[in-house]
């Protein structure tokens, strides 16, 4: 397995920009809202799944909507027990959830391996219960399998990266069993795409996409935003 050395760690941004800051700048309208090709539930079926968290969701999902393979990514809840979490009881650390994305992929275009060094290469995985400026639980690294086969290439790739000494701390990526995802309400969808004046996203998350998108030029789709 060929593993990224150009490794991507999210300094410590404005610690008083977080993921939990209220949407206060002026909405897009419609026609300014970059246009994107919304699949059907019908048509993601046919597309192999994938879950991971590594922060706060919005920045996430805009890494991995820029990768080649990938269909659609979906902002969500995954990892605790409660059921029908909502933004407000994940954000304050009111449940077992982090932060997480549901990828939907074209297998034929990108492997689940290509995706684990995707997640790897686009956080800080050193860094416990947080990421970046966001702090707490709910933004900690878990790479989420479904199968025998999927956790065998997660803590492959975690051995590799430990065996290359790439960082100057122990990787406390958790590697969980997928149990439930739980999608996120829609304002959460696409937010970096749809807000790109809000704080938050200005600060932290394009940062963080122009940093992974300048390691991994050759995982971007053509008409990467």
Request: proline share 4%; with cysteine.
């Amino acid at each position: 397995m060929k593993i990224a050395r150009n490794i991507v760690l999210v300094p410590l941004i404005m610690l008083f920009v977080s993921c939990q800051a209220k949407v206060k700048d002026k909405p897009l309208t419609e026609n300014q809202l970059t246009e994107k090709t919304i699949l059907s539930a019908e048509v993601l079926q046919k597309y192999d799944t994938a879950y991971f968290a590594s922060g706060c969701f919005w920045c996430v999902e805009a890494v991995f909507e820029s990768v080649k393979g990938v269909k659609e990514v979906v902002s969500g809840y995954s990892g605790g027990k409660e059921q029908n979490p909502t933004y407000e009881q994940v954000a304050y650390g009111r449940t077992g959830h982090a932060e997480a994305v549901e990828i939907f992929y074209d297998s034929k275009i990108i492997s689940f391996e290509e995706l684990v060094q995707v997640f790897f290469g686009s956080h800080d995985p050193t860094t416990y219960n947080r990421q970046g400026p966001d702090r707490g639980a709910q933004y900690r690294s878990i790479a989420f399998f479904k199968n025998n086969s999927e956790e065998k290439a997660i803590r492959n790739y975690i051995e590799a990266l430990e065996k290359e000494m790439l960082y100057d701390a122990p990787i406390v990526t958790q590697v969980v069993a997928f149990e439930k995802f739980w999608k996120a309400e829609e304002y959460h969808q696409d937010f970096e795409r749809n807000n790109p004046n809000q704080s938050y996203v200005r600060a932290v998350s394009v940062p963080r996409l122009n940093r992974f998108k300048a390691n991994f030029k050759s995982f971007l789709k053509e008409d990467s935003h």
